[in-house]
Nanobody
Framework: EVQLVESGGGLVQAGGSLRVSCAASGFSFDEYAMGWFRQAPGKEREGVSCISSIGGNTYYTNSVKGRFTISSDKAKNTVYLQMNSLKPEDTAVYYC?????????WGQGTQVTVSS
């Protein structure tokens, strides 16, 4: 059974930091690109960051560049998103995604709330 289990969300003041984690199981983690998406109330889900399966190339949406860092630990089948200098507009449910050759898996999401 494929599972993506996010953790590490919570409430933080603006300017603070959080690290969210996504533990993966049930598929070949090494073969999948891993990513983080977020969805704020009343808004569409948007891509935040992703890391390729080969080479570890990373991508960030403009609004988080320089503040967020994605990383992957293949020994633990876990992907992380380190979020620094958080802003109220980062408030959203953060979802983990795994994608490879048309297969697409999602986690259940973890809430990140940034207070002003």
């Amino acid at each position: 059974e494929v599972q993506l289990v996010e953790s590490g969300g919570g409430l933080v003041q603006a300017g603070g930091s959080l690290r969210v984690s996504c533990a993966a199981s049930g598929f070949s983690f090494d073969e999948y690109a891993m990513g983080w998406f977020r969805q704020a109330p009343g808004k569409e889900r948007e891509g935040v960051s992703c890391i390729s399966s080969i080479g570890g190339n990373t991508y960030y949406t403009n609004s988080v560049k320089g503040r967020f860092t994605i990383s992957s630990d293949k020994a633990k089948n876990t992907v992380y998103l380190q979020m620094n200098s958080l802003k109220p507009e980062d408030t959203a449910v953060y979802y983990c995604n795994a994608a490879h050759l048309g297969r697409d898996y999602w986690g259940q999401g973890t809430q990140v709330t940034v207070s002003s």
